[in-house]
């Protein structure tokens, strides 16, 4: 007998429940992937943690999963200092499986379980799918199971989810990269792209919104280039419109796009689809057209700059983000200087800014002039106040204006103290609104629209309700989908969901949907 149930006591069978604790760190990609690996695992008759009753949980889950991250430096510093914090637990309850996952695993290997030997399981980014069986062989053999692939056998798409939202979902589109960035070590860890079919991806859509899904985020290392396995690089651009023509999907996202990849067709399906958001996150990384050279983006900041204009020229109000890395090796005050004027020039909603830290097995970890730690910080320190400002000034200039705000659980960290309700515009930004006394309380995954009261700098908060201004809620399928479920043990969670059953490298299809077919 396989899986987490125990039997017997004199012919008496006697089924114990096995909790699973899965625990994220990383990209949207990771939190994609930690769905599924949730997914097996309630497949094989675990139960979340959080699903119990708080008085009923117990200390540490049954079998407790870290999906690492091994982007920044200190990756590897968080991941054994959280297996030491579960070493005395292991020591308690010997039959406690621990499992390590993800980049770092795929980096890493064996050297995880020498360094902690009382981890069961190590799996990589390429058999996400291959967990309770090692854990099933690690409970039996009483050792360590490491199973690394080195390629994707089986996309994940076709594994079990089990979702965090009932009404918004993350869709893969493809795995992996194709570009050779010198401070990134994605590409050796999640492999070369590999795209899914569209009638798959559009397949997977469907079934969602027919589950209650309203929102959907496109998910790939560089979603732009969506299509280069199959010889269509118009494919992501027809995929958007695509996903424009599936009833009820109310709105489409997608992430992280790549700049010298991202062609006038994507921005024309933007701006021409009803129902992908005005929202856009393109990674500037510096705006020194020498250190983009030394990273090896190819692109430089004019180009970057003349993307944006064409963006904000065919959709007005798009709220654009970006990813910036200060202190790379060899930059300069002048290269510095140099992306404090794109920053300005490019007016980001907000930035994801982040101090270079060497990464083991990149080139950019063996260059020299690495940048003295103390400059990073006051470099870092100065862009943070550009950013601020910039940010505060474009939240501002939206005082007045009218908003329709998907509401969401937990968004707002203080709605409990502010009598405030919480969820995000189109263009992607947090919104703090308040509800009118004896007015429709709107559920997660109902929209709301409002009108903006006050904007500070990483957030709007519209009070227009409660001072006898706009206020309209609309009910979706989203929010049926999210009331259906509070009724359960882990309430706002879907149950598991099938995968698309497609193995292996997709077979050539014909296209179900002209606008994105492959060619």
Sequence with gaps: MTGPDAVTLGGAMSTTTKTYDVRTHGCQMNVHDSERLAGLLETAGYVSVTSLPEQERPETADVVVFNTCAVRENASNKLYGNLGQLRPAKLRNPDMQIAVGGCLAQKDRSAIVERAPWVDVVFGTHNVGSLPALLDRARHNRAAEVEILEALEVFPSTLPTRRDSAYSAWVSISVGCNNTCTFCIVPSLRGKERDRRPGEILAEVEAL?????????LLGQNVNTYGVEFGDRLAFGKLLRACGEIE?????????????AFTDDVIAAMAQTPNVMPSLHMPLQSGSDKVLKDMRRSYRSTKFLRILD???????????????????PGESEQDFQDTLDV?????????????????PGTPAAEMDAQVPKAVVQERFDRLIALQEELSWAGNRALEGREVEVLVAPGEGRKDAETARMSGRARDNRLVHFAVPDGAEVPRPGDLVTVTVSYGAPHHLVADSGVQGGLYAVRRTAGGDA?????????????????????????QPEPAAVPACAAR
Aim: charged share 20%; aromatic share 8%.
């Design 248 to 260: 009820g999907l109310e709105r489409v996202r997608f992430t992280s796009p790549h700049p010298a």
């Design 209 to 217: 919104v027919a589950q209650g899904v309203v929102e959907i985020t």
């Design 343 to 359: 920053v300005r020039a490019s007016r980001f909603s907000s930035a994801f800014t982040f101090q270079y830290s060497i990464r």
């Design 482 to 506: 999210w009331a259906a479920l509070q009724d359960q043990p882990d309430a706002g969670r879907p149950r598991v969901s099938l995968g698309i059953p497609t193995v292996g490298r997709p």
């Design 310 to 328: 064409q963006v904000r020229e065919q959709i007005p109000d798009a709220a654009i983000t970006t990813d910036i890395i200060v202190g790379f």
